[in-house]
């Protein structure tokens, strides 16, 4: 507990029953509910390949809208992970999840350095029952990491403004790095660092040793994103061109600054969206009162804090945070999902503990109505855990349909495999993961040509796969079918042949 500083009895007790929970809510049957789509499966061929097969990558993922290439740095994260699990692929889910666990006790140490002890007590409570946080935390997927990093770089940036710590610049800029590796959203918190490093800069006595530990801080990032920065130069800049079409794109992705009217009406749904609905609120009248409510103890705080220059500040970092995240998706055209605001999770809970512990003290007769809140939001947020629920269909589905098929497949048969179902993935990355872990990989998921065998994985409706205009499938040339076989509940497996 150093890195907390001095801490009582009680205190040690209450985070070690906290972390206790919000271990038991993240990793309780995390195998059997384990959520593993195409996504998941794209994810763990490619960390295989690293960890078996020795071929190292320099990007991450592709983003589902834009086509931009993320960092390799969420890879590199699963390689061990997958390691203490091969061939399970749970082994990153749990790694995420013992992220998740890191979170919560990052809540609880930021907190109590930003504010005070009872504020980071009940915005770690709240953070570790978070049905949403929980969720995010139970598999493997690279905003999944963003609620810590996030949380990183805002509570290194207070300490190197708020308590003028230099050495925390460099700190910054890494975890920044490191956050726009996860997914692209995490570029709303680059305005939260300019704005307060411009504050910095206007009231510092000490500019050099600042800008000294600014170049070191810019040397780290470009660092961590070098992987990157190779592979675009060696590919004709593929993300910047990339990102060039998705500003520009006729699909009309953001909203530009001609259209500020349409990004003013947007800023109260993205408030509720960012604010009320993370911790839960699914009703239109919850949302409204939990936002009126955050804003008023907000600015009271604010103006409470007026004798207390670094509590306003932390103030200030917070809902300059929250404010970036919702202007920023505000100039977003469409719908938000809540993997995309993953920066920003504990921004809310922060929030939320500083307004409630507010309350707290102010009066006794309060002390009910904050324990009925707390108490309210836990029964909630319980009944709709994801522990309760096992996946359908489950991991091990995907592995006895790679086992099935690999029993069909003829000698030295070149074959290869897709997926029609609601998720569109034909390439069915899930159920080739299994497969190229075993002894008689397929060909690769771009590779349809001059096949031998195609395997049809199909879920309800079924429909005749030879009817249908699908590349994985019209590419071949394969002209009948055979074997249809049930695997697991309703899933059905159809073999082309010539």
């Given amino acids: ?274 604010l009320p609905q993370l911790m839960g609120s699914r009703y239109p009248l919850s949302d409204r009162l939990i936002l009126l409510g955050m804003i008023g103890v907000t600015v009271w705080s604010w103006f409470s804090a007026a004798k207390r220059p670094l509590k306003r500040l932390a103030v200030g970092i917070i809902v300059v945070w929250l404010a970036m995240a919702i202007l920023g998706t505000s100039f977003y055209n469409s719908g938000v999902f809540d993997h995309y605001l993953g920066f920003v999770f504990p921004a809310p809970f922060i929030l939320s503990g500083v307004c409630l512990a507010k309350l707290w003290r102010r009066h006794w007769l309060l002390k009910p109505l904050v324990a009925s809140i707390i108490g309210i939001f836990i029964v909630v947020n319980l009944r709709v855990m994801p522990i309760w629920q096992p996946a359908s269909p489950p991991v091990t589905a995907y592995a006895d349909a790679a086992k099935t098929i690999l029993g069909l497949v003829g000698p030295g048969a070149k074959y290869n495999i897709t997926l029609l179902s609601d998720t569109r993935d034909y390439k069915a990355m899930n159920y080739r993961y299994f497969l190229e872990v075993g002894s008689h990989p397929p060909a690769s998921a771009e590779d349809y040509d001059k096949l031998d065998e195609l395997y049809v994985i199909m879920e309800p409706p079924y429909t005749d796969p030879l009817s249908l205009d699908i590349y994985e499938i019209q590419r071949p040339g394969l002209t009948r079918t055979e074997l249809g076989v049930n695997l697991y509940g309703q899933i059905r497996l159809v073999r082309l042949v010539r």
């Fill in 1 to 274: 507990m150093v890195i907390l500083g001095k801490t009582t009895s009680g205190e040690r007790i209450f985070l070690i029953f906290v972390l206790m929970v919000a271990g038991f809510l993240r990793l309780y049957r995390i195998n059997e509910t384990l959520m593993f789509l195409g996504d998941q499966g794209r994810d763990a061929i490619v960390a295989k390949r690293m960890l078996i097969d020795h071929d190292l990558t320099l990007i991450g993922p592709v983003t589902s809208v834009g086509n931009m290439y993320l960092g390799p740095f969420y890879y590199y994260f699963m390689v061990p992970w997958l390691a203490l699990t091969y061939p399970n692929p749970v082994g990153p889910a749990m790694g995420v999840a013992v992220s998740g666990v890191a979170t919560v006790f990052l809540v609880y140490l930021a907190t109590k350095k930003m504010f005070d002890q009872r504020a980071a007590m009940t915005a770690t409570i709240l953070y570790s029952f978070s049905s949403v946080a929980v969720h995010y935390s139970r598999f493997s997927w690279n905003p999944n990491l963003a609620p810590f990093f996030g949380l990183l770089v805002i509570y290194w940036l207070y300490r190197a403004v708020g308590r003028q710590e230099y050495r925390f610049w460099p700190y910054t800029l890494l975890a920044f790095g490191l956050l726009i590796q996860l997914h692209y959203t995490g570029l709303l918190v680059l305005p939260v660092i300019v704005t307060f490093l411009g504050f910095e800069l206007w009231r510092s006595q000490k500019r050099s040793q600042l800008v000294g530990r600014l170049v070191l801080g810019m040397v780290v990032l470009i660092v961590v994103s070098l992987p990157l920065i190779i592979f675009d130069v060696r590919h004709n800049f593929i993300n910047y061109q990339a990102l060039q079409d998705f500003v520009n794109s006729p699909q009309g992705h953001l909203r530009g600054v001609q259209k500020v009217g349409l990004v003013l009406r947007e800023l109260e749904g993205r408030s509720y969206r960012i």
